[in-house]
């Protein structure tokens, strides 16, 4: 079993940044990959970013190409999202994510076994 727990989240204003952290437990991270999802009510989960687990592809949905970027530390068994120039439609509960089943579906939530409470993040205009 992998514990996932985020931490980061927060108020930020239009144009701002934040870095979220995602801290593994229970089991070392090598051998998973992990992924950056996020949600607002009423709406279903939405894929954000991914990170294969020998970190030789990342992959990020359309709307955060350029201004977030998914990483890793294997010493510290953990994972990151540095956000940049944040929208007001970022603001969502961002959760993370580890499966050991990367592929093309990388981007459905069913592929990941393992997720995290989740952190608000709120972008004010």
């Known amino acids: 079993q992998v514990q996932l727990v985020e931490s980061g989240g927060g108020l930020v204003q239009a144009g701002g940044s934040l870095r979220l952290s995602c801290a593994a437990s229970?089991?070392?991270?090598?051998?998973?990959?992990t992924g950056w999802f996020r949600q607002v009510p009423g709406k279903e989960r939405e894929f954000v970013a991914a990170?294969?687990?020998?970190?030789?592809?990342?992959d990020y949905a359309d709307s955060v190409k350029g201004r977030f970027t998914i990483s890793r530390d294997k010493a510290k068994n953990s994972v990151y999202l540095q956000m940049n120039n944040l929208k007001p439609e970022d603001t969502a509960v961002y959760y993370c994510?580890?499966?050991?089943?990367?592929?093309?579906?990388?981007?459905?939530?069913?592929?990941?076994?393992?997720w995290g409470q989740g952190t608000q993040v709120t972008v004010s205009s």
């Open positions: 229970g089991r070392t991270l090598s051998g998973y990959a």
């Open positions: 990170i294969s687990w020998i970190e030789i592809s990342t």
């Open positions: 994510a580890a499966t050991q089943r990367y592929g093309t579906e990388y981007f459905q939530p069913y592929t990941y076994d393992y």
